[in-house]
């Protein structure tokens, strides 16, 4: 039976739409404009596209986490990590690609804080969307990707889902209330917890749990993002001479280090050629 169409959400929308806290200066709506409605645009996508070494390095490390848990005695022989860099064709990468994951993966072997966890689910990294939780009711209808890189249960019975990062990026909590919603629906019995781990670093963030009520305002939320962005995309396809109406620049500091600046006409970044 075909998949019926909803207007989706996930956490990296509710992050295009709103920034967290003191990132203010670093937002744009008309990167998600681009990211969103002109992604098909050979310009675009090329520009795009280029723009993966943060999220090349990533999956590598999620990569190798899934492998060191293949066989989880791999984590004592003195070899582990260029075995599991071979598996991973790390040779293959850019040098920068190759520093950092070698990093994470010597870090990991240091500090393998998936050991002794009863695994329910460890995502390779490499899967691309995940399936969508379709959140059906009276007034609303959406699909919720939420891309969770490792379940495990916790002594106690409560699920504990671990969100792997990479990078200086700060812990934002509305990502982890938004796992904590998947959870509610994927695993409705169980109560459940989130938390962040920063394979580079080794900084782990504060456990998060959520009341029911806080779940219900996280739903809403992200059916309000939802709704108000299929609208902004009718509206672009309706009339795409609008864009910089519908989603509006913020050219400042973020043009710099915006993979788009060489064809965004707000951008304040002098692009060398
Ligand atoms: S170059 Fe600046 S104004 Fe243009 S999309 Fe990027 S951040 Fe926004």
């Not at 990026?169 to 938004?178: A, E, K, L, N, T």
Request: proline share 5%; charged share 25%.
């Amino acid at each position: 039976m075909a998949r019926i169409w909803l207007p989706f959400a996930s956490y990296n929308l509710w992050l295009q739409f709103s920034p967290a806290v003191g990132k203010e200066r670093w937002h744009c709506d008309m990167k998600r404009g681009f990211a969103r409605a002109r992604k098909r645009e050979p310009q675009v996508k090329e520009l795009l596209d280029k723009d993966n070494i943060p999220q090349r390095i990533g999956i590598l490390a999620q990569q190798g986490v899934y492998e060191f848990h293949q066989d989880p005695l791999i984590l004592y022989q003195k070899e582990a990590v260029e075995q599991v860099a071979e598996i991973l064709q790390l040779s293959k990468e850019p040098v920068v690609v190759q520093q950092r994951v070698i990093s994470i993966l010597e870090n990991y072997q240091a500090n393998p804080i998936l050991l002794g966890k009863n695994i329910i689910k460890l995502s390779r990294g490499d899967e691309g969307f995940p399936k969508p939780i379709s959140i059906v009711k009276d007034s609303y209808e959406i699909n919720l990707f939420a891309a969770i890189d490792c379940i495990f249960t916790e002594e106690d019975g409560r699920v504990h889902i671990l969100d792997f990062k990479t990078g200086k990026s700060d812990f934002d909590r509305r990502q982890g209330y938004v796992y904590l919603l998947a959870a509610s629906y994927l695993h409705p019995k169980q109560q459940a917890v989130a938390s962040f781990y920063n394979l580079e670093t080794g900084k782990c963030s504060e456990c998060l749990s959520a009341t029911s009520a806080q779940l219900n305002a996280i739903e809403r939320k992200l059916v309000s993002i939802a709704q108000q962005h299929q609208q902004q995309l009718t509206r672009y396809r309706q009339n795409s001479a609008d864009f910089k109406k519908i989603f509006p620049p913020n050219p400042g500091i973020a043009c710099q280090y915006c993979s788009l600046n060489s064809i965004c006409e707000f951008s304040v970044h002098k692009v060398s050629t």
